[in-house]
């Protein structure tokens, strides 16, 4: 661990047990202070360099019996080094929670505002919120290094900015807040870095992470992963999925950021029933007991093992869309989670998949291809349109897979060939992705090749539906189509059959 000696202002390196030291608690500006500006010659030009010195001096002056060493994150982390970076990020939690005492410096309050305290940048930071959080004492001060108050006396005005309860605050027990409670904490925080909102929440749960900055918010998916892994507390699911971006196809069961738990932080977990929570490469597999909304006929409702503070007979919902009808695969819907006056315990849990996070494919819920299964008494010669269907004549199949562009309707043909007789007939194929829904028309034709839009156009005073049947020489022909989802994915399966 790097420290600066206060009085030499030098970096001293120290490895196993550490001296007590100072730590600062700030934003981040212009002209901030790196490990390799420690020996440029245009130190002293820097902003930060102001600070530094700054806080060393107070440390001095402002406590009895000041430490020799002081920790400012800018200059003691070589964040050139991505090993050290991780590990430092991993350790911050603890670094603050073992200093003599923290420094807050809020660069944008002085002596004539300071009934705008709260409106400092410095709470609406990301990684200040550990530095609140974990050292026994936390010492404020102004632009000028004015002291403020520490964050017992500040207590009410901070508890009411940060929506952390005082005695919290006091003892920096975080043992019986809940995970919602935790993550709303930070709903409010922003970071530079989209990876950040997720680091600086390590030590609050006492996860610990390697750092892949590029992730973006598959940073946050990875903590909550860890989090279930470690923790047995259903709160973690009870976040407000309403405020979604409609570009989201499927929503996910964990939340793409903190500020989904605004509203979150009344919530206690019960220790959940049935099979313990394990990430699999199908979702979240869980027990959850499902039920329909007594409001909301239709509307899937999975009980989640928790309740609103002030009311342990209570539980919490969260609105669910099933995503396959042949495995229990959900889906959130987009809604805030549902108070319930019942006790989710009185229901048996059934053994559920929920999908991780949000997809944004545009033919998520469509169907995105077709799939044939014919007789062997006909024969297939022709495909339209030509090169998209895929011909397997082993098991008597063929596969069309769906312009990926989205397209409102695709249509299709099939030429068959009867193998006793020689006749033709057209299988016509109409399907509306979005709408997931598929027709076929059957119609005889010339062995001479028949174009679809010809075929469609004999069709036109025909209908079109879910069957169809024609008889030809040699034998009677039926067609079906049905739409079905297998493990999520939705496709027209269609066969051909003969009598």
Request: proline share 6%; net charge negative; with cysteine.
């Amino acid at each position: 661990m790097r420290l600066i000696n206060i009085e030499t202002l030098k970096l001293e390196t120290f490895l196993g047990e550490v001296p007590p030291y100072a730590i600062l608690s700030h934003t981040w500006g212009e002209g901030e202070v790196t490990l390799q500006d420690l020996d440029s010659d245009d130190l002293e030009e820097k902003p930060g360099w102001d600070k530094i010195v700054g806080f060393c001096q107070t440390v001095t002056e402002h406590l009895p019996d000041p430490p020799r060493y002081a920790w400012v994150d800018t200059c003691c982390i070589d964040k050139t080094s991505s090993a050290e970076l991780s590990e430092s990020i991993n350790a911050m939690f603890r670094w603050y929670k073992e200093s003599q005492c923290c420094f807050a410096y809020l660069q944008d309050v002085t002596s004539e505002n300071l009934g705008r305290l709260e409106q400092s940048r410095w709470f609406t930071r990301g990684w200040t919120l550990q530095e609140l959080l974990a050292p026994v004492t936390v010492d404020f001060f102004d632009r000028d290094w004015d002291f403020i108050g520490n964050k017992v006396d500040l207590g009410e005005r901070i508890s009411r900015r940060t929506n952390i309860d005082i005695e919290t605050l006091r003892t920096g027990d975080m043992s019986e807040a809940s995970v919602s409670q935790k993550m709303s904490w930070a709903s409010s925080r922003q970071t530079t870095r989209p990876e950040d909102i997720a680091y600086c929440l390590l030590g609050i749960f006492d996860i610990s992470m390697t750092m892949l900055y590029g992730e973006g918010e598959k940073a946050f998916i990875r903590l909550q992963e860890e989090i279930l892994k470690e923790y047995d507390d259903h709160t973690i699911f009870a976040w407000d999925s309403s405020s979604v971006p409609e570009s989201a196809s499927t929503i996910g069961t964990l939340a793409p950021h903190p500020s989904y738990f605004s509203k979150s932080s009344h919530f206690q977990p019960h220790p959940s029933s049935g099979d313990p929570v394990t990430i699999t490469n199908r979702g979240i597999r869980l027990g959850l007991p499902i039920i329909e909304e007594s409001k909301n006929p239709g509307q899937k409702l999975g009980l989640l093992s928790c309740f609103s503070d002030g009311g342990a007979g209570s539980a919490v919902g969260i609105a669910l869309l099933r995503k396959s009808h042949d495995l229990q695969e959900y889906s959130r819907s987009r809604a805030p989670p549902v108070e319930l006056s019942m006790r989710a315990f009185n229901f048996p849990p059934t053994t559920v998949f929920l999908t991780k996070r949000n997809g944004y494919s545009h033919r998520e819920g469509m169907i995105s291809k077709c799939w044939l299964h014919y007789w062997p008494k006909v024969q297939p010669l022709r495909s339209y349109p030509t090169g998209s269907w895929q011909h397997d004549p082993y098991t008597e199949n063929m596969t069309m897979r769906l312009p990926k562009g989205g397209a409102e309707e695709v249509k299709a043909s099939i030429v068959f060939q009867v193998v006793s007789s020689g006749a033709c007939f057209s299988l016509a194929l109409t399907v509306r992705p979005r709408e997931r829904t598929g027709k076929v028309g059957l119609i005889p034709v010339s062995k001479e090749a028949d174009q679809a839009d010809h075929v469609f156009k004999m069709l036109s005073n025909m209908p079109m539906g879910n069957q169809g049947n024609l008889k030809v020489p040699g034998l009677a022909v039926y067609a079906e189509c049905r739409v079905q989802s297998i493990r999520g994915s939705w496709m027209c399966d269609i066969k051909v059959t003969t009598s």
